[in-house]
């Protein structure tokens, strides 16, 4: 009986004990939110060989950079990253500095923002003069525009970079510039792959998404994309990722990127495709599927649905001036003006490519 009582003595100061240096420990540290999970604008530095970038913007090469930031919990963070740039033909016409492509080391982006995150497109500012920021800041919410309409589209995260050059002494600016999600993880939130493949037919594509994908194009007045193909042989399509299923069956779903030659944007060195029947950059033109024309109503009432969450993304973003504010808010809005009339869909569709459906036999 004694043995019994100091055994269950043992075990009730062994609970008891446990139960002590359980509630004193301290709490375990969450995780930060993943890149495109939080909204806010992400501050970093960017260190890397800058005169030599710009000055070898052709060369395909890789150069050795470190990116810096303080995440949630106060903490300063550094994670090496190899700097290279793309995007060549914007900056060869007009640019005074290229977009970049950011590969993150694979140890150091462990348990911070960028875990998981491979590689990284960013787009950066054109020009060295802030009067241009406000391009690449309608281009971001162009991105988050069709967030709101579609899971198949990219998501984006806004940045605030200092640059500094690792080489030389130079004074180090601060640029508006934005991160665009892989389309490999776009792909994987929606169970499906990227396809790679040099062209497709229309009829593959999912009619209600790709009804969406030609509304959105309508609403920021693009026509510099293609869901076909592309000048690259190798993979389909300009300015569009295709993703579907791995089986190679099935519909395929077009998502839009690159949105910088748009009314939306309006850049001053953007102009229209010389093959189409339109003069100014902010001219729209509905360029959707005959064979998708049933999907256009209700591709009509999501947008609708939308338009107040769309225009919050312009009346709420501080970066934007009130004149180029109040300028974006009327684009849209002539948007609106025709998606509000009674025949909205017969006028769009009115445009339409390829072969309308055959009608019921009666």
């Known amino acids: 009986m004694r043995n019994t009582c100091h055994a269950l003595a043992f075990f009730a100061l062994a609970f ?60 300063r963070q550094t994670i090496s990253v190899q700097i290279g740039t793309r995007g060549l033909t914007r900056l060869e016409q007009v640019c005074d500095f290229p977009p970049l492509k950011l590969w993150f080391d694979k140890q150091q982006r462990k348990g911070t923002a960028f875990r998981g995150q491979g590689s990284l497109k960013m787009v950066t500012h054109c020009f060295t003069s802030k009067r241009y920021e406000s391009y690449y800041v309608k281009e971001f919410l162009g991105y988050r525009i069709y967030n709101l309409i579609s899971p198949y589209s990219f998501r984006v995260r806004a940045l605030e970079v200092t640059y500094h050059d690792s080489e030389r002494d130079a004074r180090p600016f601060t640029r508006f510039a934005f991160l665009i999600e892989d389309i490999d993880d776009v792909a994987k939130r929606n169970d499906l792959v990227k396809l790679e493949v040099p062209e497709i037919h229309y009829t593959r594509l999912h009619p209600a998404q790709t009804s969406n994908y030609m509304l959105y194009q309508y609403l920021i007045g693009n026509l510099d994309w293609s869901v076909l193909s592309s000048r690259d042989p190798e993979e389909c399509c300009h300015n569009t990722k295709l993703v579907g299923s791995d089986t190679g069956t099935g519909s395929i779903y077009p998502v839009p990127y690159d949105l910088d030659s748009t009314g939306l944007v309006d850049a001053h060195y953007a ?36 338009r107040n969450d769309i225009v919050a993304l312009f009346q709420n973003e501080p970066r934007l001036d009130n004149r180029t504010r109040g300028d974006t808010l009327r684009y849209i809005e002539d948007f609106y003006r025709v998606l509000r009339r009674s025949d909205a869909a017969e006028r769009l569709t009115r445009t339409c490519r390829g072969r309308a459906p055959a009608a019921a036999a009666d």
């Open 271 to 306: 102009g229209p495709p010389d093959n189409l029947p339109v003069r100014d950059i902010r001219q729209r033109l509905f360029r959707g599927f005959c064979l998708h024309n049933s999907e256009v109503p209700p591709a009509i009432e999501r947008y609708l649905a939308q």
């Open 16 to 75: 008891w004990l446990g139960a002590a240096a359980q509630e004193n420990s301290p709490e375990p540290t969450p995780k930060p939110s993943k890149l495109f999970e939080a909204d806010a604008t992400l501050a970093i530095s960017l260190h890397g060989p800058w005169r030599r970038i710009l000055r070898d913007v052709t060369d395909p090469q890789r150069y050795d950079g470190s990116l810096e930031f303080t995440d949630t919990a106060g903490q």
